[in-house]
């Protein structure tokens, strides 16, 4: 029997090949993004040496917006505890230990 191969290949390209970002909007993206790490590492940072006693490995969500902050030792809980009193924030995760990460890198 004669198998029947296809030389067609695939061409791959953008999901929404409409949506094309400028430089600018991608810089933009990008700082305001750090910013918001920042103001929310600020918070952690305060509350950190607090917090790390007898939450250790434990994850915070923080609001930038509003300072507010949830720990749970669950990362999922926390971001919706967070989502459900903000519904509009962008909550940033940290690990309550020295670094504010999970794992190594």
């Known amino acids: 029997m004669l198998e029947i191969q296809s030389h067609q290949k695939v061409h791959r390209g953008r999901l929404f090949p409409e949506i094309q970002w400028t430089e600018d909007q991608k810089h933009l993206y990008r700082d305001n993004l750090e910013n918001h ?61 020295e670094t504010g990460v999970a794992g190594k890198i």
């Not at 790390?52 to 917006?65: L, T």
Request: hydrophobic content about 40%; overall charge negative; some cysteine.
């Open 37 to 97: 790490h920042q103001r929310c590492r600020v918070i952690f940072e305060r509350l950190q040496p607090e917090l790390i006693k007898n939450h250790y490995n434990w994850f915070m969500a923080v609001d930038s917006e509003t300072g507010d902050y949830f720990i749970d030792q669950n990362e999922e809980v926390v971001t919706q505890m967070c989502l459900q009193k903000h519904p509009n924030a962008i909550p940033f995760i940290f690990v309550i230990n």
